[in-house]
């Protein structure tokens, strides 16, 4: 089966600090991956995504590239800023899941002191 | 924005007593899920919706059922709570992405405190 394996946290930097968030994962079939973020007292929203192998995602000064010879999705800033504070998530879908169902992550917890 | 909402946001109840949770869509999407977040265990699924009247249940489901008598809303109740069903619920709703994959699309979460 599916699943999806991220670096334990919780992170914590100081304000322009470079960020890194490790995600691996196995999958039967052909991913798409994503990084959800979490706000405080939020749900969870889609930060950004990759579809194939190779593709890189970015959003919000946020990147990740899908490399499949590692498996892996890690999540990175150049510079961090006290309103990246949040959770963070790992997850994947593909075309084989059942009913539309992603796998997700344990979360990364992200505070960013000033 | 998938246009969800929660019904209540926040709720307090004792033990013993049934509990529903509405979750309501606005863009007719099929499919809808129900999770729990507690800390140190991330989400977990509780049940999932493939369409009107048909449901499935997800990795936690005891002492939980739900209910999609149309596409727009889906309830999840808890025919009798217990302090260990004190948690955030969270619904979702996935849509088609490309290459076959599905997004996820959250609610803003109900807050609910079993004494």
């Known amino acids: 089966g599916n699943s999806v394996t991220q670096m334990e946290g919780p992170v914590t930097l100081s304000e322009e600090a470079f960020l890194t968030i490790n995600c691996t994962y196995t999958?039967?079939?052909?991913?798409?991956l994503f990084w959800y973020v979490q706000y405080p007292g939020e749900g969870l929203q889609l930060l950004l995504k990759?579809?194939?192998?190779?593709d890189k995602g970015s959003n919000k000064g946020f990147e990740a590239t899908y490399r499949k010879e590692t498996t892996s999705f890690h999540l990175e800033k150049g510079s961090v800023q006290v309103s990246d504070s949040a959770v963070y998530f790992c997850?994947?879908?593909?075309?084989?899941?059942?009913?539309?169902?992603?796998?997700f992550g344990d979360g990364t917890t992200l505070t960013v002191k000033p | 924005d998938a246009g969800i909402t929660q019904s209540p946001r926040h709720k307090v109840t004792e033990t013993g007593t049934p509990v529903t949770l509405r979750c309501h869509q606005t863009?007719?999407?099929?499919?809808m899920y129900w999770y729990r977040q507690d800390p140190g265990h991330g989400l977990r699924l509780i049940h999932y919706?493939?369409?009107?009247?048909?449901?499935d249940k997800g990795e936690v489901s005891d002492g939980y059922s739900v209910s999609r008598s149309k596409t727009e809303d889906f309830l999840l109740t808890l025919e009798s709570a217990t302090s260990s069903q004190t948690s955030v619920y969270f619904c979702?709703?996935?849509?088609?992405?490309?290459?076959?994959?599905?997004?996820?699309?959250f609610g803003p979460g109900t807050r609910l405190t079993v004494l």
């Open positions: 919706s493939y369409g009107v009247k048909d449901t």
């Open positions: 979702a709703i996935s849509r088609p992405g490309t290459s076959g994959s599905y997004e996820q699309f």
């Open positions: 990759a579809t194939k192998a190779d």
């Open positions: 863009e007719n999407h099929r499919y």
């Open positions: 999958a039967t079939g052909y991913p798409s």
């Open positions: 997850a994947l879908s593909d075309q084989n899941t059942n009913a539309g169902k992603s796998t």
